[in-house]
Nanobody
Framework: QEQLVESGGGSVQAGGSLRLSCAAS????????MGWYRQAPGKQRELVAT???????NYADYVKGRFTISRDNAKNTVYLQANSLKPEDTAVYFC??????????????????WGQGTQVTVSS
């Protein structure tokens, strides 16, 4: 079954660091962009960072200079290194895979995938 598995969330103090990982199942044979989004309680889901298949990155202003997104195409995995964390970074972080192509058993299909979310809590 096609899926994304996230790991690496947790609780840290302000100024600390976390590294999030998101691995796509190996039966997803090609992927366009991969990214991280977050959702704090009572707020809408917002973009954190994205990376294309060619390695072009894009960051939200509120994480620029602190977070780094990267991907390993051979492992179908995207990472988010979050440094200098602030209490306002507290949220559930979701990874997203855009235009993932997978074999259905009778052919190929393409759709977006979302991870289950991982909690990041930053205390002051």
């Amino acid at each position: 079954q096609e899926q994304l598995v996230e790991s690496g969330g947790g609780s840290v103090q302000a100024g600390g660091s976390l590294r999030l990982s998101c691995a796509a199942s190996r039966n997803i044979v090609s992927i366009s962009a991969m990214g991280w989004y977050r959702q704090a309680p009572g707020k809408q889901r917002e973009l954190v960072a994205t990376v294309t298949s060619g390695g072009v990155t894009n960051y939200a202003d509120y994480v620029k200079g602190r977070f780094t997104i990267s991907r390993d195409n051979a492992k179908n995995t995207v990472y988010l290194q979050a440094n200098s964390l602030k209490p306002e970074d507290t949220a559930v972080y979701f990874c997203k895979l855009e235009s993932g192509t997978y074999y259905t058993g009778s052919g190929y299909a393409t759709r977006d995938f979302w991870g289950q979310g991982t909690q990041v809590t930053v205390s002051s």
